[in-house]
């Protein structure tokens, strides 16, 4: 294959666009690639994380018709006064007191990026101690049910014991 624009040299780079559902293709030799990114046939350069969540805060869910869903106005947060509308510019809260203030609206959100509400992911050794306490607590229980439903009761008593000793030591 050739590149499209000189149909000199073969073409190695290979860009797909998608656009509104529109799939553009552009196949180009490294040359002619580099002049087009200097006009600006190359990535969006504003494009950010919180300009991509900013997008998504204005996202609102399907309903079914005739109905409509009023938030109440002006959504603020108390501790940093940080108002929802700022936030959904942003793209980022401004402190901690900002999830709780604004969980009503994040929440489906968060479901949908994620699939979760809650933070289910990898955690810190050095700062997730009673959270990685939890985790580990909830993977012994999950070994506990199997084990239980293998008659493998006295690896299920062991695993009983491990999981207390771990409860106490949450705070």
Known sequence: MY????KKRPATVHVTKIVNNKKTERHLCEYCAREQEQIGFGFEPSFS???LLASLLNYEPPTPEGISIAYPEPTKCENCGLTYSQFGQLGKVGCSECYQRFSEKLSPL????????RH???IPKRTGGAIRLQKEIEHLRQQLQNAIQREEFEQAA???DQIRELEKKLP
């Open 3 to 6: 590149c499209e624009e000189c």
């Open 49 to 51: 994380i919180q300009k």
């Open 110 to 117: 968060l479901r949908r990026i994620h699939g979760s509400a």
């Open 120 to 122: 289910t992911g990898k």
């Open 158 to 160: 062991q695993l009983r």
